[in-house]
């Protein structure tokens, strides 16, 4: 069964950064496509970054040169790293695999 564990949310300044970590449980990890949406309240869920099973990445314009997605196979886990945040970043942010599994999410808040 596919489990994915989302941390490292938390209350932020503008101009701050946060790094997210999604901690899968999964067999070979490492062939899969994982990525990071967002969602906030009234709206569906957003596309903001994702890495391929090769490393490829690809990102949403709004997040474009903040934000950088990477992975850890050793440690069946990816991160969001998140820079230079912006008050328009506060939602709650969801790792998937595959776009089929999903995680329970975790709170980013941006405010000063």
């Known amino acids: 069964q596919v489990q994915l564990v989302e941390s490292g949310g938390g209350l932020v300044q503008p101009g701050g950064s946060l790094r997210l970590s999604c901690a899968a449980s999964?067999?070979?990890?490492?062939?899969?496509?994982l990525a990071w949406y967002r969602q906030t309240p009234g709206k569906s869920r957003a596309f903001v970054a994702r890495?391929?099973?090769?490393?490829?990445?690809d990102y949403a314009d709004s997040v474009k040169g903040r934000f950088t997605i990477s992975r850890d196979n050793a440690k069946s886990t990816i991160y969001l790293q998140m820079n230079s945040l912006k008050t328009e970043d506060t939602a709650v942010y969801y790792c998937s695999l595959n776009s089929a599994y999903w995680g329970q999410g975790t709170q980013v808040t941006v405010s000063s």
């Open positions: 999964v067999s070979a990890f490492r062939f899969h496509n």
């Open positions: 890495i391929t099973s090769g490393g490829s990445t």
